[in-house]
Nanobody, 119 residues
Framework: QLQACGGGLVQAGGSLRLSCAASGRTFSSYSMGWFRQAPGKEREFVAASNWNSGSVYYADSVKGRFTISRDNTKNMVYLQMNDLKPEDTAVYYC??????????????WGQGTLVTVSS
Protein backbone atom coordinates (compact mmCIF):
# COMPACT_ATOMS: atom_id res chain seq x y z
CA GLN A 1 0.00 0.00 0.00
CA LEU A 2 1.23 3.47 -0.91
CA GLN A 3 0.18 6.71 0.75
CA ALA A 4 1.21 9.98 -0.87
CA CYS A 5 1.00 13.40 0.70
CA GLY A 6 2.49 16.86 0.51
CA GLY A 7 0.54 18.42 -2.30
CA GLY A 8 -0.93 21.89 -2.11
CA LEU A 9 -1.18 25.31 -3.70
CA VAL A 10 2.03 27.14 -4.51
CA GLN A 11 2.98 30.12 -6.62
CA ALA A 12 5.09 29.72 -9.73
CA GLY A 13 8.75 29.52 -8.80
CA GLY A 14 7.97 27.96 -5.46
CA SER A 15 8.77 24.53 -4.04
CA LEU A 16 6.94 21.55 -2.62
CA ARG A 17 8.06 18.21 -1.28
CA LEU A 18 5.90 15.18 -1.84
CA SER A 19 6.22 12.12 0.35
CA CYS A 20 5.05 8.57 -0.17
CA ALA A 21 4.92 5.97 2.57
CA ALA A 22 4.98 2.30 1.61
CA SER A 23 3.86 -0.60 3.73
CA GLY A 24 5.56 -3.98 3.65
CA ARG A 25 8.92 -5.45 4.49
CA THR A 26 10.56 -5.59 1.06
CA PHE A 27 10.61 -1.91 0.16
CA SER A 28 14.23 -2.05 -0.98
CA SER A 29 13.23 -4.60 -3.66
CA TYR A 30 10.90 -2.12 -5.32
CA SER A 31 11.68 0.52 -7.86
CA MET A 32 9.75 3.60 -6.82
CA GLY A 33 8.45 6.35 -9.00
CA TRP A 34 6.26 9.38 -9.38
CA PHE A 35 3.71 10.01 -12.10
CA ARG A 36 1.29 12.85 -12.64
CA GLN A 37 -1.99 13.50 -14.40
CA ALA A 38 -3.03 16.97 -15.39
CA PRO A 39 -6.69 17.82 -16.06
CA GLY A 40 -7.77 16.45 -19.41
CA LYS A 41 -4.47 14.69 -20.00
CA GLU A 42 -3.13 11.19 -19.67
CA ARG A 43 -1.04 10.15 -16.73
CA GLU A 44 2.67 10.63 -17.40
CA PHE A 45 5.94 9.51 -15.87
CA VAL A 46 7.84 12.07 -13.77
CA ALA A 47 10.72 10.43 -11.90
CA ALA A 48 11.96 7.06 -10.67
CA SER A 49 14.48 5.44 -8.38
CA ASN A 50 15.66 1.95 -9.32
CA TRP A 51 15.62 -0.78 -6.71
CA ASN A 52 18.97 -2.38 -7.39
CA SER A 53 21.34 0.34 -8.51
CA GLY A 54 19.77 3.29 -6.78
CA SER A 55 19.98 5.15 -10.08
CA VAL A 56 17.40 7.81 -10.74
CA TYR A 57 15.91 9.16 -13.93
CA TYR A 58 13.48 11.88 -14.89
CA ALA A 59 11.14 13.07 -17.54
CA ASP A 60 12.74 15.80 -19.63
CA SER A 61 10.11 18.28 -18.48
CA VAL A 62 11.29 18.13 -14.85
CA LYS A 63 15.04 17.53 -15.18
CA GLY A 64 17.02 20.00 -13.13
CA ARG A 65 13.97 21.04 -11.11
CA PHE A 66 12.72 17.86 -9.43
CA THR A 67 14.67 15.40 -7.33
CA ILE A 68 13.54 11.94 -6.30
CA SER A 69 15.00 10.29 -3.24
CA ARG A 70 14.21 7.32 -1.03
CA ASP A 71 14.88 6.13 2.48
CA ASN A 72 14.80 2.36 2.59
CA THR A 73 15.01 2.37 6.41
CA LYS A 74 11.72 4.27 6.60
CA ASN A 75 9.98 2.84 3.52
CA MET A 76 9.65 6.35 2.13
CA VAL A 77 10.12 7.97 -1.25
CA TYR A 78 10.17 11.71 -1.81
CA LEU A 79 9.86 14.14 -4.67
CA GLN A 80 11.41 17.54 -4.11
CA MET A 81 9.93 19.96 -6.64
CA ASN A 82 11.63 23.31 -7.16
CA ASP A 83 10.99 26.16 -9.55
CA LEU A 84 7.44 24.98 -10.05
CA LYS A 85 5.55 26.09 -13.13
CA PRO A 86 1.82 26.29 -13.83
CA GLU A 87 2.21 23.35 -16.22
CA ASP A 88 3.29 21.20 -13.26
CA THR A 89 -0.26 21.40 -11.93
CA ALA A 90 -1.54 17.84 -11.66
CA VAL A 91 -2.45 15.03 -9.36
CA TYR A 92 0.80 13.30 -8.44
CA TYR A 93 0.90 9.56 -7.81
CA CYS A 94 3.61 7.42 -6.35
CA UNK A 95 4.07 3.97 -7.79
CA UNK A 96 6.06 0.83 -7.15
CA UNK A 97 7.25 -2.11 -9.20
CA UNK A 98 9.01 -5.19 -7.92
CA UNK A 99 12.56 -5.62 -9.25
CA UNK A 100 11.90 -3.82 -12.53
CA UNK A 101 11.72 -0.34 -14.00
CA UNK A 102 8.73 1.39 -12.46
CA UNK A 103 8.23 3.64 -15.48
CA UNK A 104 6.64 0.64 -17.24
CA UNK A 105 3.51 -0.94 -15.76
CA UNK A 106 3.85 -0.30 -12.03
CA UNK A 107 2.54 -3.02 -9.74
CA UNK A 108 1.10 -0.60 -7.21
CA TRP A 109 -0.27 2.95 -7.18
CA GLY A 110 -0.82 5.44 -4.39
CA GLN A 111 -4.00 7.48 -4.10
CA GLY A 112 -2.60 10.73 -5.51
CA THR A 113 -1.96 14.17 -4.11
CA LEU A 114 -2.95 17.39 -5.86
CA VAL A 115 -0.34 20.00 -6.74
CA THR A 116 -1.62 23.35 -7.99
CA VAL A 117 0.80 25.98 -9.24
CA SER A 118 -0.58 29.46 -9.70
CA SER A 119 0.92 31.94 -12.14
Amino acid sequence: QLQACGGGLVQAGGSLRLSCAASGRTFSSYSMGWFRQAPGKEREFVAASNWNSGSVYYADSVKGRFTISRDNTKNMVYLQMNDLKPEDTAVYYCAARLRARVSYNPDYWGQGTLVTVSS
